[in-house]
């Protein structure tokens, strides 16, 4: 049985936007999801939906339903979310710029409730052991760290709250390639040691297909097309319109956009 | 500059600042979680001082207990008020929120009004009324040695109301719970995505402000005597806590005792016009320091990585 499913989701801004037209997808536990697609197709705003984060940007869920573990999440405030094990990492390395790395941390930890000394040492090591750079910069002020440290701080801090699935929102995002080749390795790690699931929104296509186990592509507020990695790598449409991974100096044929343009409104 | 009557004037300013520091405490604490600047401080002051007389005095309950009872009711006013007031609010302009606290500051203002009646009364002692202490300092003046007469009343109230913004502090620093009201006064929809629970995180910051009002307010009104016009003294704590910086707990100290300083030292002049100016004096302060430092003396920076 799956993880987490959505069914059929309807996402509507401050009552008249809607960004989501119908979206389902289901991820099996212990896997990544990479869910790809154009700027504005409304991969954030499904990661929000999960989360029950659109409360602040005053979106609604309209139709649909989402279900994690068997349970429907859709109706509940972030916070009870988080407590069932599913975390939201929201996009631009967001920190409490002047806590200290530490603290940053700890504070990941309080949705947990009460929990002993000895769990937050041992949860604290955990996170120093994914990323040994952080605890030399334990005592700093996490507003002066640099991108990738920041983005190891923000997966830190959602590690401290337990989580059994992970949505991960442009973790590359204006990161240098070795930091980016680093942090990708961390998903590896959390998937195949700690069995975390994670969904993952990156416009780094490529880049997300090396490491995910299946993949959604989104278009204008719904998926239009979705299958195992492999498969979405080798697929033309993919590959030309999405990802960019087009022979480079091959003249381009008109005809080819033409014929893409008739499929993608077919499909959509 | 009366050189006798300097310290005196100097040493009564900075026992007056204590209180002026917890007041401003309660301004900090509003704002360190919601970025709210809440005008309706200086009305939980007078409600706290108000329910404290009701039950001593009218009920004659031993002054104690009316003031637990006081600080228990004034922590459930606070609650409701940010449950009935501040939450239905969630999402809107911030300046919209800070205005409702204005009409909130009527509402009670009028409240309490409407229950207690306008007219001056006199609150029972805190402090036992024994001999002002006589400090001999070892500076002569002019042969005489400076001595300095302290009211108990105002010392007391000095090491009640500094005790209380150390408690507060350490609070913030030291546990979890104030580790999470830290964050959420960072980035309320960042702390929403760890799983905090911010709406309880903003009541408990309301019934800590409210709780932190009373203790001013009593403190206050024993040493002044109690009227509605109690609301009004939480002015001298807008400069302290712009001074000491709006998130800084330390810097409500620091901008306490500053402004009764400046207060006492006005008061030693012999110049007639500066002396009659004491009520002034916290906003000359204020515009000189903010001048130097727009985020005030302890105020957070914004981070800005180059």
Not at chain 1, 135 to 142: A, I, L
Not at chain 2, 68 to 92: C, D, F, N, Y
Not at chain 2, 247 to 273: C, H, K, M, R, Y
Request: proline share 4%.
């Amino acid at each position: 049985m799956s993880q987490l499913t959505l069914n059929n989701i309807e996402v509507i801004y401050c009552d008249v936007i809607q960004v989501l037209r119908g979206v389902s997808l289901e991820v099996q536990p212990g896997t990544v999801v990479a869910l790809l697609g154009s700027n504005g197709a409304g991969k954030t705003t499904t990661l929000r939906a999960i989360s029950g984060l659109l409360v602040s940007q005053d979106g609604k869920i309209t139709r649909g339903t989402i279900e994690y573990g068997g349970e429907r999440i859709d109706r509940l405030p972030p916070d009870e979310v988080v407590q069932r094990g599913l975390i939201q990492i929201l996009e631009g390395r967001r920190l409490f710029q002047h806590l200290t790395v530490e603290e940053n941390l700890v504070v990941g930890s309080v949705a947990r409730g009460r929990t002993s000394d000895a769990t937050l040492k041992r949860d604290l090591a955990e996170v120093y052991r994914y990323f040994p750079r952080l605890e030399d910069m334990r005592k700093r002020v996490s507003g002066y760290l640099s991108g990738g440290e920041q983005q190891m701080l923000v997966i830190g801090r959602a590690l401290m709250s337990n989580p059994r699935f992970i949505l991960l929102d442009e973790p590359s995002l204006g990161l240098a390639p070795l930091l980016v080749a680093e942090i990708f390795r961390v998903i590896q790690q959390m998937r195949d040691q700690s069995g975390i699931s994670i969904l993952l929104v990156e416009q780094n296509a490529n880049l997300a297909l090396s490491v995910a186990d299946y993949a959604y592509v989104m278009d204008n507020g719904r998926i239009v097309l979705d299958g195992s990695a492999e498969r979405l790598v080798n697929n033309e449409d993919i590959k030309e319109f999405y990802l960019g991974l087009n022979q480079l100096g091959e003249r381009k044929s008109y005809r080819d956009v033409k014929h893409y343009k008739r499929r993608k409104r077919w499909l959509g | 500059m009366n050189w006798q009557l300097l310290p005196q004037f100097a040493t009564t300013g900075l026992l007056a600042g204590g209180p002026i520091a917890l007041m401003a405490l309660g301004l900090v604490l509003i704002f360190k979680s919601s970025y709210i600047f809440n005008f309706a401080q200086g009305q939980l002051l007078l409600i706290g001082a108000l329910i404290t007389w009701w039950f001593s005095v009218e009920l004659g309950l031993p002054l104690w207990v009316s003031i637990a009872i006081a600080l228990i009711l004034s922590a459930l006013l606070g609650l409701v008020i940010e449950r009935l007031a501040l939450r239905p609010m969630t999402g809107q302009p911030l300046l919209s929120i800070i205005l409702m606290t204005l009409g909130l500051s009527q509402v009670l203002q009028g409240s309490a009004l409407l229950f207690f009646g306008g007219n001056q009364r006199n609150f029972p002692q805190i402090f036992p009324a024994g001999d002002p202490y006589k400090i001999i300092t070892p500076f002569v003046y002019e042969g005489n040695p400076i001595v300095l007469i302290l009211k108990q009343n105002l010392v007391w109230s000095f090491i009640v109301a500094i005790l209380g913004v150390i408690v507060i502090g350490a609070f913030f620093k030291f546990t979890k719970a104030g580790l999470a009201m830290r964050a959420t006064s960072e980035d309320h929809e960042l702390a929403q995505s760890i799983g905090l629970r911010i709406h309880r995180i903003f009541g408990i910051s309301w019934m800590l402000a409210a709780v932190v009002a009373t203790i001013g307010g009593v403190l206050l009104a024993t040493s002044s005597g109690l009227d509605m016009s109690l609301s009004i003294v939480v002015l001298a704590a807008f400069p302290a806590v712009l001074l000491g910086g709006l998130e800084s707990i330390p810097g409500t100290i620091i901008g306490g005792l500053l402004i009764g300083l400046s207060v006492g030292l006005v008061s030693a002049s012999t110049n007639q016009f500066i002396r009659n100016s004491g009520e002034i004096m916290p906003y000359v302060v204020l515009l000189l320091v903010l001048m130097i430092r727009p985020e005030g003396l302890f105020g957070q920076k914004r981070i800005e990585r180059i």
